[in-house]
């Protein structure tokens, strides 16, 4: 017997972690052409989650969403492949609008979506790896006036309730949140399945819709605007001293911070 | 699904409808459309469809996360983790063009190739196991043997044992057919004697595919083809064979002392056995020319940053314009054997003559994949030559793909028999 709580899951297509990134030559952005993309990290432990939880008989389908231009099907078809039912593709062609869009206009997406699918619960990354916001669920969550709990690191579901362990700067955090809630995953969440073979194969037969953003009533319109884009400073070599004197006078006379 | 397909000189056009393959993917549908003439379309070899990209990224990263740990001490100890191999069944490798009806993933030969390139590129004696496994085992039972047998075996080559190729013998490596095993009929059996010789996957095997001659007079007519399981009585496997490199694969001889083995084991018919073979392992040879990719593929891998970060004389060793020169040169002929096998593949999916394109691509795979890791370990200097670095066992991996599977001189006289039919 399946279980019954409807989960929806966020998929970001990001570059994937190994490449070296490369400014592009108009400081307006880095290299994506041509670039090997993947599922975000922190994405792929919130799919996994999901699919835990329908291995245990709480969650019944599994949706995951992505917003972005066509290759962002590539994504879905891996969280499909992984074991999930059903994508949903927010489709954004506008290369340059994309390359603005922020965590606020995905969570107003996401609510929409919400609203309109009525998941128990949503799983998001804790942040992408290309934008490091650690934004979206947090905002996603104020949106739908939603419990949240961030950094999770443990999940269990009772009932109506959700048993978190988040980590905080200070350790572990133990909490329960009502259901629905928006949870966001930590690395230490769980270790995230190989999509199988036959599974790649059996993806291809699972629905993926299309959706205009326009038609779910969000502004996609920039609220930044990219001045320019460069490389972090190149890290100086350290330098030894042979003192506390010798320390102090470099920090005050070369350094300038004290 | 009909499909158009006609050759002019070395390219292939298809109508955007691939035989009975139609390709769903958005991506390579556009992709299919930008390269539209008036004839048909076209798409250069290393791009790929959907699943072909899902399933090397999939694979890519089941190397690098739990092969990768283990190919040290594999070839040091000269064994295959078991737990591996397990691992390995679960996520699908080892029946990847085997029906779903069966337990397989229902994949094209294509993706199978590239999952072997992509293994290889972190360890090709794991690689070769599973190449054997897919382009000899299961095509072997798919293509040749009885639904029955089909039903009892199918399923277990593709989620849960290998299976081996038994056909060289002490005295027939290349002159394979002049084997010397019998089977001798007797009543609802027959009963095998002889020996086999260099039988790769032999201690983990559940089933052998043996070859035995039912009539020896007959010469290569008698041939035929066993399907043996593991435990039979009179079957013997003897100790692995110490080798310079592929380590952990177990390559082993076989004793057959009055192994008594069902009628019903016979794969296909008595006396093909021959034809079943050289079908079989004109494919195969694809799989060895992608494991020595993969091979030339992972040397670089290691090779490149390490020559980029080095410093001699003030500056980088990929700097120097006579290393640079002989970098582009490697790269440009790996660039060849990698579209030969490529396009030999996309030859034999597309049900088109494959078998000159096929021994072309494993000579010089194999030829380049010996001089490259050698050259490899030139630019790389003193370390190069350690055991820690890694190059050095691709090195000694790569020599045995100018051997096995037909040597480089039997593809040569294949190659020149095609280059005489053709005139």
């Known amino acids: 017997m399946a279980g019954s709580m409807k989960v929806l899951v966020g998929c970001k297509r990001v570059i994937d972690y190994a490449v070296k990134i490369r400014v592009r030559p108009d400081k307006m952005g880095v290299v994506t052409d041509g670039v090997k993309h993947s599922m975000n990290p922190f994405d792929e432990i919130a799919v996994e989650e999901a699919i835990r939880l329908r291995e245990k008989k709480i969650a019944g389908e599994l949706i995951a969403v992505s917003c972005g231009p066509k290759e962002c099907g590539e994504t879905l078809r891996t969280a499909l492949a992984m074991g999930f039912d059903r994508g949903i593709h927010v489709e954004i062609n506008d290369r340059q609008l994309y390359e603005t869009l922020t965590p606020l206009h995905i969570a107003k997406i996401f609510a929409k979506l919400v609203e309109k699918e009525k998941p128990g619960l949503v799983i998001l990354g804790k942040q992408a790896i290309d934008g490091d916001c650690n934004q979206t669920g947090q905002m996603l969550a104020g949106l739908l006036k939603w419990p949240q709990a961030s950094f999770t690191s443990k999940l269990s579901i009772d009932g109506d309730w959700a048993h978190i362990t988040r980590e905080v700067d200070g350790g572990l955090e133990n909490i329960k949140v009502a259901l629905p809630a928006v949870v966001t995953a930590d690395l230490r969440l769980n270790e995230p399945r190989y999509a199988t073979l036959p599974n790649i194969m059996k993806a291809k037969k699972k629905p993926v819709d299309k959706v205009d953003p326009e038609q779910l009533g969000v502004d996609l319109s920039p609220r930044i605007h990219i001045i320019k884009v460069e490389d972090p400073p190149v890290r100086e070599a350290g330098v030894k001293v042979d003192n506390v004197d010798e320390l102090i006078d470099r920090l005050k006379n070369e350094a300038g911070v004290i | ?423």
């Open chain 2, 1 to 423: 699904m009909s499909s158009l397909i006609w050759r002019t000189s070395t390219r292939l056009f298809a109508s955007t409808t691939i035989s009975h393959r139609p390709c769903k993917s958005n991506h390579v549908t556009s992709l299919l459309n930008k390269f539209s003439t008036d004839n048909g379309s076209a798409t250069p070899l290393q791009v790929f469809s959907e699943e072909e990209s899902m399933m090397k990224s999939t694979v890519r990263r089941f190397a690098e996360d739990r092969i990768k740990p283990l190919v040290r001490e594999m070839d040091e100890s000269s064994k295959m983790d078991e737990n591996l191999l397990k691992s390995m069944f679960d996520a699908g490798l080892m029946g990847i063009e085997v029906s779903p009806d069966y337990g397989g993933a229902g994949m094209s030969f294509m993706a199978a190739i590239l999952a072997v390139e992509e293994v290889s590129r972190i360890d090709p004696s794991v690689a070769v196991g599973m190449d054997i496994q897919n382009t000899l085992c299961c095509t072997m039972m798919t293509r040749f043997a009885s639904e029955e047998l089909k039903e009892k075996y199918l399923p277990q080559l593709a989620t849960r044992y290998l299976g081996a190729f038994a056909l060289s013998e002490d005295t027939s490596g290349s002159d394979a057919f002049a084997l010397k095993t019998t089977a001798t009929r007797n009543g609802d059996d027959y009963v095998i004697n002889g020996s086999k010789m260099w039988i790769s996957n032999s201690e983990y095997a559940g089933v052998f595919f043996v070859f035995a001659n039912v009539d020896l007079s007959q010469g290569y007519k008698g041939i035929t083809c066993f399907l043996i399981e593991k435990d039979t009585p009179g079957l013997t496997i003897g100790p692995p064979i110490d080798k310079l490199g592929l380590k952990s694969s177990s390559t082993c001889p076989l004793f057959f002392d009055n192994c008594q083995v069902p009628i019903s084991n016979v794969i296909g018919d008595v006396g093909k056995g021959y034809k079943y073979c050289i079908e079989l392992l004109n494919e195969g040879r694809i799989g060895i020319a992608a494991q020595m990719i993969g091979v030339c593929q992972g040397a670089l891998d290691l090779t490149l940053p390490y020559i980029q970060q080095r410093h001699q004389f003030g500056k980088s060793i990929l700097e120097f314009q006579s290393v640079a020169h002989q970098v582009a040169d490697m790269l440009t002929q790996l660039e060849c054997a990698q579209l030969l096998t490529y396009n030999s593949a996309r030859l034999r999916s597309y049900g088109l003559p494959f078998v000159k394109e096929a021994a072309m691509a494993k000579y010089y795979s194999s030829e380049l994949a010996a001089q490259l890791t050698r050259c490899c370990i030139d630019w790389l200097g003193g370390v190069g030559f350690t055991r820690d670095f890694g190059v050095e066992k691709f090195y000694r991996d790569a020599k045995i793909g100018t051997i096995y599977e037909g040597t480089s001189n039997i593809q040569l006289n294949t190659i020149a028999k095609y280059a005489l039919k053709d005139t």
